[in-house]
T-cell receptor, first 112, second 112 residues
């Protein structure tokens, strides 16, 4: 398996909802990442997990809560989001931090 | 094309022509550079990479050139096809600081 998968593909949620995004890879990579991407912009790094421990948090608001249950899975828990949080959320993985990252297809999130 | 406000720089080429996409980077200490292709609604896809101790690397129909003197990276696509239409991002990695930076992106539009 040489890909990163993300579910769901699309998500529409209200500002009071709680939802989760899921990311999975079976390439044996030990670093996993969450990015946020707005239209016509490059991906912006949110979180980095290395060997299942949070390595980098790029000052992301607490309404985004990452979780790495095991080396293959990465979740992003969402609560009380704002409409400006609507974006494409990308997951990536790499053999180790600072290696080439491989991206999933993303989850298109719309916050109403 | 020019980058103004929210508009991505755009390169329009005729099918069959060669394309050259440029990227200026700012960090002279970067160790490694990567080109990604992102099609509409999808995640970035790895194309080719180059280490900072190299000047040129070739792949299938693609060549990456690195000019460290002027901090310039380019991606050349031979015999451009409609399927090459996408946004192309360069990224740079600095190992010691576990940093991964995306460039602003260029949209390639291939005319049939």
């Amino acid at each position: 398996d040489t890909e990163v998968t993300q579910t769901p593909k699309h998500l529409v949620m209200g500002m009071t909802n709680k939802k989760s995004l899921k990311c999975e890879q079976h390439m044996g990579h030990r670093a996993m990442y969450w990015y946020k991407q707005k239209a016509k912009k490059p991906p912006e790094l949110m979180f980095v997990y290395s060997y299942e421990k949070l390595s980098i948090n790029e000052s992301v608001p607490s309404r985004f809560s990452p979780e790495c249950p095991n080396s293959s899975l990465l979740n992003l828990h969402l609560h009380a989001l704002q409409p400006e949080d609507s974006a494409l959320y990308l997951c990536a993985s790499s053999p180790r931090e600072s290696d080439t990252q491989y991206f999933g297809p993303g989850t298109r999130l719309t916050v109403l | 094309g020019e980058s103004v406000g929210l508009h991505l720089p755009t390169l329009s080429v005729q099918e069959g022509d060669n394309s050259i996409i440029n990227c200026a980077y700012s960090n002279s200490a970067s160790d490694y550079f990567i080109w990604y292709k992102q099609e509409s609604g999808k995640g970035p896809q790895f194309i080719i990479d180059i280490r900072s101790n190299m000047d040129k690397r070739q792949g299938q129909r693609v060549t990456v050139l690195l000019n460290k003197t002027v901090k310039h990276l380019s991606l050349q696509i031979a015999a451009t096809q409609p399927g090459d239409s996408a946004v192309y991002f360069c990224a740079e990695i600095k190992y010691n600081f576990n940093k991964f930076y995306f460039g602003s992106g260029t949209k390639l539009n291939v005319k049939p």
